[in-house]
């Protein structure tokens, strides 16, 4: 499971996971990982610090989650194409996976998305012909 928060909550859900019986495998002042336990899967935790991803947090809409009758916030497809972004220019041994998400979500997405918005992700990392291209692509579809 991955996670957004914002960067004032990261101590409590530290506490909150290790309670719950997971374990810290990392935490830096970016991001944290826990370990998988028999009730949980393992999680990995971004934190909103910029105002990109805090921008992502308040966009974010409560959604069902199956079979525990709770809502939680679910960041839009704008966030996950600019977080997979971020994962892709950060793991390029992950590329392919997180390229082909990116792919995905925009294919799934195409006719609601906010391109003003994704071109700013794409932007930052300096990859906006990237873009250009998945719009092209799906102009043809």
């Known amino acids: 499971m991955d996670f957004l928060v914002a960067v004032e ?5 530290h506490e909150a996971l290790v309670a719950a019986g997971m374990t810290c495998l990392h935490r830096s002042e970016e991001a944290a990982n826990y370990s998988a336990t028999k009730r949980l899967a393992p999680v990995d935790v971004l934190y909103a610090r910029r105002e990109r991803a805090r921008q992502m947090l308040r966009r ?3 959604r069902l989650l199956r ?10 497809a704008e966030a ?6 971020q994962a892709l220019v950060n793991a390029p041994s992950r590329r392919w996976q997180d ?7 925009f294919a ?11 071109r700013d992700y794409y932007r930052l990392f300096g990859l ?9 692509e799906a102009r043809r579809r």
Not at 9 to 13: E, F, G, I, R
Not at 67 to 76: Q, T
């Open 108 to 118: 799934i997405n195409r006719t609601s998305l906010k391109i003003d918005v994704i």
């Open 67 to 76: 079979g525990a009758h709770l809502r939680v916030p679910v960041v839009d």
């Open 80 to 85: 996950l194409i600019g977080l997979k972004l």
């Open 60 to 62: 974010a809409r409560p």
């Open 128 to 136: 906006e012909s990237d873009l250009d291209r998945l719009i092209g």
């Open 99 to 105: 390229q082909a998400d990116i792919d995905a979500l």
């Open 9 to 13: 909550a990261a101590d409590v859900l």
